[in-house]
């Protein structure tokens, strides 16, 4: 991939920078803005090298509609603050207002286009709908710079085909979290352990298998736990479970086992009657759960085991809370997991999404990892093995 050194003196040049500002907000109040600091670097080196910097990110899903919900207007604002400059936000993605404001550019500005799901054109599945939005974004600019991490998964117009249109490099983001990535795929220090939680067992089907290749040993918490707990033929009463999934994750726990990995399930959980945080909670070992009662959290005997493998590990992943840690009566085991994550000497990643959000709620600084990933579903599918067509199209293009 190209760097952004290799696109040459930028000196009064229209960058135009695909980032991921796809920041949680509670109305207009930006509640987790790590998204954005993670850009600053890019936008930082951007502006000292003289450059006329146009932004291209989303906001939630408009799904194609203008929507103010969904403007960036929070993230001018706290990006402004941060850079310490105003950032122009413009009133939409590739008409007259994104002009003007483009064309107003001096050296070392910043102007934001407006969410660019706002345009049909950015997800569609019709690649001429989104080529078509893309030669829009490309008449903007000189150079593209892809710098959104969490969204080169994506086939859409703004990450994909653009880069197809304008001489292309990624951004500082893209080549830190790549290079880390890749430290995990390609002889990452042992052992080598990866930790997975959250709700969405089907998501994650396709990681394991990897994983099961590259990693020493594998824990399995949060509510994809149960499913796992099924497969070994215990009941999990009212537990979250995907009861598709069953066979195929007993296949992933006898291919651990011939392939001498080493598994771990909760062996006990934190199980209430309700989905509530005031429910009364007990703790159960993981083959007795209630057929009334749902797990949500790991119990204290698997966070204490869970831990202890962390501590010991030299490489360790991250990705899925352990129970459902927006509720603090069953953030424990997330916390637990969070903190040997903290103190370990081993390099830890953390996956993105719902994890590092975990960890700054329940009060963590970034600089206590190794590196906290901007995108959960990225760092997934690039573990996976997949090619990520945001990543593909910078490896094939000019
Ligand atoms: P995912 O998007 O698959 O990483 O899932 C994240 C979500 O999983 C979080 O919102 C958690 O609240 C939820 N979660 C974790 N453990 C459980 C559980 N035991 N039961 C239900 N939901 C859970």
Known sequence: MKSIEDLGDLTGKRVLIRCDFNVPLEGETITDDGRIRAALPTLTALRQAGAKIIVMAHLGRPKGQVNPKYSLAPVAKRLGELIGAEVKLATDVVGPSAAETVAELGAGDIALLENVRYEPGEESKDETERQALAAKYAALADVFVSDGFGVVHRKQASVYD?????PSAAGYLVAKEVEILKRLTIDPA?????????????DKLAVIENLLKTADTLIIGGGMAYTFLKSQGYEVGQSILDPDKVEAVK??????????????????TIVAKEFDNDSPQRVVPSDQ???????????????EAFAAEIKGAKTIFWNGPMGVFE??????????????????????????????????????ADDQFGHISTGGGASLEYLEGKELPGLAVLEENN
């Open 162 to 166: 653009v880069a197809k249109l304008l």
């Open 190 to 202: 042992r052992p080598y352990v990866v930790v997975l939680g959250g709700a969405k067992v089907a």
């Open 251 to 268: 296949g992933y726990v006898q291919t651990a086992a011939a392939m001498g990995k080493k598994l771990l399930l909760p062996t006990d």
């Open 289 to 303: 759960i209630p057929a009334d009662h749902q797990g949500l959290d790991i119990g204290p005997s698997s966070a």
């Open 327 to 364: 509720m603090p009566n069953f953030a424990r085991g997330t916390l637990a997991v969070a903190k040997a994550l903290a103190e370990t000497d081993g390099y830890s990643v953390i996956g993105g999404g719902d994890s590092a959000a975990a960890v700054r709620q329940l009060g963590f």
